[in-house]
Nanobody, 116 residues
Framework: QVQLVESGGGLVQPGGSLRLSCAAS????????MSWYRQASGKERELVAF????????NYRDSVKGRFTISRDNAKNMVYLQMNSLKPEDTAVYYC?????????WGQGTQVTVSS
């Protein structure tokens, strides 16, 4: 059974940094694209970044380019999101997602709050 468990969220001041982690199990992790999404209160869930399986190609939404970095460690079944220069508008619940054979699997989410 697929399991995705996020950690690393918290309260941070504007300009600060956080690193989110996602621990994956129950599937052949290295074979699949992994993504980070976020959902702010009252808004739709949106893609933040993804990383491909074998070649490690990365992409980001425009609002986080240059500030966030997605990475993966296939030996540890982990995916990370390094977030720098955080802004209040980054406040959201952040979710790890895997797409496996046409179906999406989600973690429980971790709250990131950027505020003074």
């Amino acid at each position: 059974q697929v399991q995705l468990v996020e950690s690393g969220g918290g309260l941070v001041q504007p300009g600060g940094s956080l690193r989110l982690s996602c621990a994956a199990s129950g599937f052949t992790f290295s074979s699949y694209v992994m993504s980070w999404y976020r959902q702010a209160s009252g808004k739709e869930r949106e893609l933040v970044a993804f990383i491909t399986s074998s070649d490690g190609v990365r992409n980001y939404r425009d609002s986080v380019k240059g500030r966030f970095t997605i990475s993966r460690d296939n030996a540890k079944n982990m995916v990370y999101l390094q977030m720098n220069s955080l802004k209040p508008e980054d406040t959201a619940v952040y979710y790890c997602k895997a797409r496996i054979r046409g179906s999406d699997y989600w973690g429980q989410g971790t709250q990131v709050t950027v505020s003074s």
